[in-house]
């Protein structure tokens, strides 16, 4: 029962790709959407770093040309004995209010880019999951059979989530520290050749960490999201079969699971924080290391007194005391972008391994439609009209009109869900105009797998499935699955009130169409007596109604839907003996002047069938009316009397 573990049918979670590509792809999907955005962004970006630039650039002005020049002034006025005479602040004042007018405008910067990141952000991941969304639409349902529910829910939210904060703060932090890395470099340039050397080897150091932990903290991130998926796969099926854990007596052993489980989750998610962690811790040291190194540097070239561009700075300038302070300050803003880097790795790393999980269900390949035949509505004179007629034609590609009629053939069909395993052997069957199909057999025997391929829920190996004369692959899947109504054994009921579930088979009928449908298959009177009748609301699938009830409803939409062509898959497996007389009247009212097969363990249900097929193990083995089959006594006669017939 683990979510996330599905053996041989395909394994449990999505495949990981670990690609840096996926990254890219996930920054190109926004560049593509929100192009003048970033370009703002970037504008304001390079503002606030350059004033924070200005703001270490101006110590040395501040130091060298106010605060040195007053103290010589205030000195010597001292030595002179005018104490009259003070300094003049005028010119200080003036550069600090220059320097304020700078700096405001850096903040605005930075106020604007956060703000529009957010934006950004949260439109990207809209976006995202609704790109994921309309393209999980688009999938085959052998992909819902490889992967866990759980799994794929992984990729909405823990997986999109992830991109949240890489896209509103680790983005733009990289934009802004890769700027302030290159104008910090040609400012310390100018100021110093051998500090700057000295800074070039701690940020150095401090890449390679990064990049070293970087590396093996993606392994475990990477981990870390498989496992989350096969947690959340787990939950969701211990939720849905609760009912089922409670009646074996399962509690103990479904939490013994989800311990193994949840403590490799665990353990994932500790080694990802662990070596994530320390990579701030690291280089922060390193970064205070280069400090105390430059300081030292810089003190013993200005006590020295030793001149030469090749020992000051590319301005030729001695090197000061105002020099060596603004210098200190530039390597905080030079190793200070190294540091927010690895800062932000853990976020990095983890978008990066959920951007593989979301771009790795997007690659998966969408189910294959290369059908040009559609379904139109025609009215008497067969003509096309836009509005429902309950009338049908399939449209030829050069525009020419044929009646769909029903005409269903199989012609020695074979399939198999995997290569290895083939479950259907030549299938050859033809339903005309009108007939009743019954298809019964024992467990497995492939009923339901020859109306899924009718359907083109899976593709076929080999032979033709016709439809009207045409290919099944021929026709769009859209039109054909509109001309089939289908009554599922596994009711699928959703979120909404009964009135909504019913004209989920056909969005445009009325209230009218959808209560006469219910009345039709006898769902009326157990629906009127409900709190709100038609509008009560149904929660968790419809937990609050029966399965037969919930199956009446079921049978209701494909009522509603009207459809040419009618698939009753057990469509009566959950009603009661005394109900299902009833409903028998109302479906053979659905049924009549419709193509209609039918799958049944009740052979009762039956009776009145054009033609049954018996299946086993593949294969027909037996095909007839009821009364023929029981003449030839053979697996219809036992199955219908009970009685084994000896070889």
Not at 13 to 35: E, S, W
Not at 158 to 164: E, P, V, W
Not at 234 to 260: D, L, P, R, T, W
Request: charged share 20%; with cysteine.
């Amino acid at each position: 029962m683990r979510g996330g573990d599905r053996g041989p049918r395909g394994g449990a979670t999505l495949k990981d790709l670990r690609n840096i590509g996926t990254v890219r792809r996930l920054f190109a999907f926004i560049f593509a959407n929100y192009k003048i955005s970033l370009i703002v962004v970037l504008v304001c970006i390079v503002i606030s770093s350059l004033t924070s630039l200005a703001s270490s650039l101006f110590t040395r002005t501040l130091i060298d040309d106010y605060i040195l020049p007053m103290l010589s002034s205030q000195a010597a006025s001292d030595l002179l004995g005018d104490a009259g005479v003070g300094p003049d602040y005028r010119p200080l004042a003036v550069a600090l209010f220059k320097l304020a007018g700078i700096l405001l405008a850096g903040i605005a910067a930075g106020y604007a880019y956060n703000v529009i990141m957010i934006f950004v952000g949260q439109g990207t991941m809209r976006k995202l999951r609704e790109q994921v969304f309309r393209h999980m639409e688009t999938l085959p349902l052998r992909f819902f059979d490889n992967h866990s529910h759980g799994d794929v829910m992984s990729v909405y939210t823990n997986d999109i989530d992830t991109l949240r904060q890489v896209i509103g703060s680790s983005v733009p932090r990289l934009f802004q520290s890769l700027i302030t890395i290159a104008a910090t470099f040609v400012s310390m340039l100018v100021l110093s050749l051998p500090l700057t050397l000295v800074s070039i080897v701690v940020a150095f150091a401090m890449f390679k960490v990064t990049r070293t932990m970087g590396n093996l903290s993606r392994k475990y991130f990477t981990e870390r999201q498989k496992n989350l998926g096969i947690v959340n796969g787990f939950i969701e099926e211990m939720v849905s079969g609760q009912k089922v854990v409670k009646v074996y007596c399962h509690e103990q052993q479904a939490m013994e699971e989800f311990s193994v489980i949840n403590e490799r989750l665990r353990k994932s998610v500790y080694n990802a924080n662990r070596i994530g962690n320390i990579i701030m811790p690291v280089n922060h040291n390193l970064a205070e290391f280069g400090y105390v190194l430059l300081a030292i540097v810089g003190a013993l070239i200005a006590l020295g007194g030793w001149q030469g561009w090749w020992l000051c700075g590319l301005d030729g300038a001695a090197l000061t005391l105002g020099t060596i302070v603004s210098f200190l300050t530039l390597q905080r803003n030079f190793t200070r972008p190294v540091s927010q880097i690895s800062n932000e790795i853990n976020s990095i790393v983890m978008a990066s391994a959920g951007t593989d999980r979301v771009y790795a269900l997007l690659d998966e390949a969408s189910e294959p439609d290369a059908g040009k035949v559609s379904l139109v509505n025609v009215d008497a004179r067969m003509q096309e009209v836009p509005e429902r007629t309950g009338r049908w034609a399939w449209k030829r590609p050069d525009g020419s009109l044929r009646p769909l009629e029903g005409l269903v053939s199989l012609d020695t069909v074979d399939f198999s869900y995997v290569p290895e395993k083939q479950v259907l052997f030549d299938i050859s069957l033809t339903a005309y105009p009108g007939q009743k199909i019954a298809f019964v057999g024992g467990t497995g025997a492939g009923k339901t797998t020859i109306t899924n391929l009718i359907n083109r829920f899976y593709e076929i190996q080999d032979g033709t499935i016709t439809y009207d004369g045409f290919n099944v692959s021929d026709i769009e899947k859209d039109s054909l699955r509109r001309s089939l109504g289908i009554v599922l054994q596994e009711t699928q009921l959703f979120s909404g009130t009964v009135l909504e579930n019913i004209r989920y088979g056909r969005l445009d009928a009325t209230d009218e169409e959808c209560r006469a449908a219910a009345r039709l298959v006898y769902a009326d009177a157990f629906i009127r007596r409900l709190p709100n009748g038609y509008d009560t609301v149904l929660s968790a699938d419809g937990g609050n109604l029966s399965q037969g009830e919930r199956q009446l409803l079921a049978i209701a939409r494909a009522a509603v839907a009207n459809p040419p062509v009618l698939i009753l898959d057990e469509a009566t497996s959950s009603i009661d003996t005394r109900t299902e007389k009833l409903i028998q009247a109302g479906m053979d009212s659905l049924m009549k002047g419709r193509t209609t097969f039918v799958i049944a363990h009740r052979l009762s249900t039956v009776q009145n069938a054009d033609y049954i097929m018996v299946l086993e193990k593949g294969r027909i083995i037996e095909r007839g009316k009821h009364w023929e089959l029981l003449e030839q006594k053979g697996k219809y006669y036992e199955l219908y009397t009970g009685n084994q017939i000896s070889a």
